[in-house]
């Protein structure tokens, strides 16, 4: 999952935005940001970061500084080192495919933060924020598959469908998900996957302020999936 | 005491690591978030969940764990059956619900740490 393998997987099979959401990492994002502006790709920055009950949430920010900033209040609450034999060597890239460096963290791990602390800190940005609920449908990591339903304190601006899904069919089975807008997406962690499932998006431009108008039908701007 | 010794007190169903039932149980661990196990499981424990997902394959590998019991007859994923025979990492399934298994283990010897 290289800058430009990503880039170039993204734009074969036609997608025209994506989003880049590392485990509780956005060490990477800048340098796909990079390669997708060299080749035509739009790409949001974000993160899929683990909330102490081990439920994943998505955010993406506009501002860099934002994510910046953002990955710092989780790293300050992520503890442990990656085991690289089992979990695998973390790559720090630049936009080239360079190797730049090596992430210690343990970012297969759960954070400190309750879900409601990671959903505050993200609104807290001074630029936009885009909050979403990972795979809701799934039994493990999900927020309904940690808690049994989402609570109403934490205000997601939609929920996410994973790509094996029939989403019809989830929203039957969970009722939270009637509440939210729904997406969904490849979740992909190997080349193969990117675009293997993907929402459709009517905007102006690739951005997180864009999408937030798009999931609510605001001005012209749609989503579908 | 063995895997294999559990297996037969308390009519565990083998799913993979069938070649590794003399892994020495030195304690029990149960737990249903990741991250608890990973940071609290000792080596050798045999750990009680109700997760099926892969996840559990690698976090049992990282911990060194003598072993894994799912609860309620719970069928492990078709990956995490690979990854754990890859592994060498024995998965067994019990019917009883984890209350209920833990008890018995604890019964029959296995125990947890004192205090974290």
């Keep these: ?32 940001k990079k390669a997708g502006i060299r080749n035509g790709l739009a790409v949001l920055g974000g993160m899929e970061v683990t909330s102490s009950e081990e439920a994943h949430i998505l955010a993406f920010f506009d501002d860099d500084d934002d994510l910046l900033d953002f990955q710092k209040f989780i790293y300050d609450n992520l503890e442990g080192e990656n085991d690289g034999h089992t979990f695998g060597l973390q790559v720090i890239a630049d936009d080239e495919d360079g190797v730049t460096g090596f992430c210690d963290r343990l970012l297969i791990g759960a954070t400190s933060l309750t879900a409601e602390s990671i959903v505050a800190k993200a609104r807290a940005s001074k630029g936009e924020s885009l909050v979403i609920a990972a795979h809701v449908d799934r039994e493990a990591f999900s927020i309904i598959g940690q808690l049994g339903f989402i609570p109403d304190s934490l205000v997601f601006d939609a929920v996410e469908v994973s790509a094996n899904a029939n989403i019809a069919e989830v929203k039957k089975k969970i009722p939270d998900c009637v509440r939210y807008p729904v997406i ?33 039908g605001k001005e012209g701007r749609k989503a579908e999936c | 005491m063995k895997l294999g010794d559990l ?19 030195t304690g029990g661990y149960v737990s249903d978030l990741l991250s608890d196990v990973l940071a609290h499981a000792e080596d050798g424990n045999l750990w009680v969940t109700l997760h099926i997902h892969h996840n559990i394959v690698a976090v049992a590998a990282h911990t060194g764990l003598a072993g894994i019991v799912l609860i309620q007859g719970r069928v492990p994923d078709q990956d995490t059956i690979t990854t754990a025979e890859e592994q060498g990492i024995p998965i067994m399934v019990s019917d009883l619900p984890a209350f209920e298994l833990v008890g018995r283990l604890y019964k029959a010897g296995i125990r947890g740490a004192e205090a974290l």
């Design chain 1, 184 to 216: 969904t997406s490849s979740d992909a962690h190997s080349p193969g996957d990117i675009g293997k499932r993907f929402t459709s998006f009517v905007l102006e431009e690739g951005t997180v302020a864009e999408i937030k108008k798009a999931l609510n």
């Design chain 1, 1 to 32: 999952m290289s800058p430009r393998e990503v880039v170039g997987a993204a734009l074969r099979n036609g997608i025209d935005l994506i989003g880049v959401c590392d485990h509780n990492s956005a060490e990477n994002v800048l340098a796909v």
């Design chain 2, 7 to 25: 297996v037969k007190e308390f009519g565990l169903t083998v799913k993979t690591g069938a070649g590794h039932l003399d892994n020495e149980v």
